[in-house]
């Protein structure tokens, strides 16, 4: 995989979040997802939405990609129901079948260094990571898996 067009389509997601960030937590919640993919200018821009309850509470998730087709980096901005503002998250590209992309984002008014990681990638199945680097190390805490099943 090197774009976002294999993720066309529906799919089933498994969502797995950490209870807690930055505090030596092991406990985790799994629920449930619907997506959804669209490519769009000859693959260059991918748009997909994420539905799910999540706490009991119905949330949607939106992701915006876009390629720059002379270096083969993709920048992902988000937005989700907890607050409608677009948002460059991350950068970065894959290489051998891997997705790499590097960004920063704010948590409780702090700066901290965020990941995106697409692994496992094949027609019918794939991965994705986020992780924060712990802050005073070079430590990154994977906080959210989600693994995609295709529906058929």
């Given at each position: 995989?090197?774009?976002?067009?294999?993720?066309?389509?529906?799919?089933?997601?498994?969502?797995?979040?950490?209870?807690?960030?930055?505090?030596d937590?092991d406990?985790w919640?799994?629920?449930?997802?619907d997506?959804?993919?669209?490519?769009?200018?000859d693959?260059?821009?991918?748009?997909?939405?994420?539905?799910c309850?999540?706490?009991?509470?119905?949330?949607?998730?939106m992701?915006?990609?876009?390629?720059?087709?002379?270096?083969?980096?993709w920048?992902?901005?988000?937005?989700?129901?907890?607050?409608?503002?677009?948002?460059?998250?991350?950068?970065?590209?894959?290489?051998?079948?891997?997705?790499?992309?590097?960004?920063?984002?704010i948590?409780?008014?702090?700066?901290?260094?965020?990941?995106?990681t697409?692994?496992?990638?094949?027609?019918?199945?794939?991965?994705?990571?986020q992780?924060?680097k712990?802050?005073?190390?070079?430590?990154?805490?994977?906080?959210?898996?989600?693994?995609?099943?295709?529906?058929?």
């Open positions: 995989m090197d774009s976002f067009d294999m993720m066309v389509g529906r799919w089933w997601v498994t969502n797995r979040r950490l209870d807690e960030r930055f505090a937590c406990l919640t799994e629920f449930a997802a997506y959804e993919c669209w490519s769009h200018m693959g260059r821009v991918s748009i997909d939405r994420m539905s309850v999540r706490n009991g509470e119905s949330f949607t998730g992701s915006v990609r876009t390629l720059e087709a002379d270096t083969g980096d920048t992902i901005y988000w937005m989700d129901s907890n607050g409608v503002v677009l948002l460059e998250q991350v950068r970065g590209k894959f290489v051998d079948g891997e997705g790499v992309f590097h960004g920063e984002d948590i409780d008014g702090e700066a901290y260094p965020l990941r995106f697409w692994s496992n990638t094949s027609p019918d199945a794939a991965r994705w990571t992780a924060y712990i802050p005073g190390t070079e430590t990154w805490e994977t906080n959210w898996t989600m693994d995609f099943y295709r529906q058929k």
